[in-house]
């Protein structure tokens, strides 16, 4: 026969294996999950080549004391030809604000007249062309008021080769009109998965009437598709893998445990929306024609400028 006083103690022994056993399970499914974790980032590292392309030294701003959960990341696509010199065919800034998650993105037509710290004034995306990242980002801050604290490059062809790693089963995207021409893949209209040549060439088409503009804003659709897929809980468990290739496809100034550090919330942050703006804005440019730089836009600096803070800074 059992005292009666005995039971509450036998009650808390249990308890205690209880609590025991759960706290082991839960150490060893982290422990198990950080080594699947390592392993795929190895792998996702091991079969992707590196980047090799000399971008030159950078020196990105200290954060504002005014918005210091603001982080902006300059952004930049590459057509990498092997001659050790490329222009830019892509140009963002990134605006990440830590203190609620929100991004917002805004795309610099590659065109516009700018004024090249040091040269002529020429293209804007002449700048990277003739020195590299840090002549890319003097020109961006000292043109339009915006900080640039971080930035990453990457070539198409790793563009492509990414694309295909994160997501083998394609990104939805809803094609408006056939593409063809001078983007090495045939686009029908509708709405399909597209692989990483097909989104590349999607991306960078502008063989129609919208030019420039039409291509810029496609690239804001990319990038919004892209957060919707990489929200998915299939793209989530791939994204050690993923986050291994990107420490070889993309250069970035960041370490790779900071990427890890960045990445990580920005693919759990489900309800996150993109906003996007593109410059110049409406209404703020006209067309010319130069011997030295060719057909440009030539803006309405105070005006786009006034846009960028409204977009970029009333936020805060």
Known sequence: MVDHEEQPILKRRRKLRLGRVLFTLFFISI?????????QF???????????????????????????????????????????????????????DKSDGSIRTLSLMRDIYAEIPGYKSYKLNTAF???????????????FGIPIHHYAIIDFENFESMIDIAFPNGVEMNVQKEMSQNIGVTLMPGVQQLNGQELLGYARFRMDQEGDFGRVQRQQEVIASLKNESTKLSTIIRSPKILGALSNFVETDLPEKEIIQKAIPLLLAKQMD???????????????????????????????????????????
Do not use: C
């Open 31 to 39: 422990l198990l999950f950080a080594i699947y974790a390592v392993i």
């Open 274 to 316: 993109v906003e996007t703006m593109t410059i110049p804005v409406e209404g703020s440019y006209r067309y010319n024609d130069y011997a030295h730089a060719g057909s440009v836009i030539e803006i309405d600096l105070e005006q786009n400028r006034a846009a960028i803070d409204a977009f970029l800074l009333n936020h805060q």
């Open 129 to 143: 062309y003739l020195d590299g990242i840090q002549l890319a980002k003097d020109t961006i801050t000292s043109m």
């Open 42 to 96: 190895s792998i996702g590292k091991n079969i992707t080549k590196g980047f090799t392309y000399d971008v030159g030294e950078f020196e990105g701003d200290l954060l504002h004391p005014n918005y210091p959960t603001m982080e902006n990341f300059l952004l930049l696509g590459i057509d990498n030809d092997g001659s050790g010199r490329s222009r830019t065919d892509t140009m963002m800034i990134v605006s990440w």
